[in-house]
């Protein structure tokens, strides 16, 4: 004679069961959390920095058009929300007649953010 056995079948999923799959969920949506604030403030970084760009070209190009040979200089510049602090420093070019320019933009804490470089040639 067969035995058959009337144990009774789980239905649904156990307590340790439902416990780890919410720690699993919770871990996954803390990562997700903070990867949207790093995100958040890596673009504003990068808008900041966009900016600074922006400035030093804006200087740059300024000393490149003038007609005399540049000198060096500090000042500020408005752009976006905030004035930018920018210093141009100059130095005898490869030839003669030509100076090399470089244009630095610094932040709030005076550190570069951004810079820009250019020759200017006697025209």
Known sequence: MERVCRCP???????IEV?????????AAVALIRLQGVS???ATTLAERGQAAIVA????????????P????QGHERA???DWVWTRQTRPGP???TVLIAISVA???????ASDQLLWARR
């Open 9 to 15: 079948q789980p239905n649904g999923f156990s307590l």
């Open 19 to 27: 416990m780890v799959a919410l720690a699993i969920f919770g871990l």
């Open 40 to 42: 958040l403030a890596s």
């Open 57 to 68: 070209r804006n200087q740059a190009l300024e000393a490149w058009v003038s007609p005399t």
């Open 70 to 73: 540049p000198g060096p200089a």
């Open 80 to 82: 976006g929300r905030r």
């Open 95 to 97: 030839d003669p007649g």
């Open 107 to 113: 932040g709030d804490n005076g550190q570069i953010i």
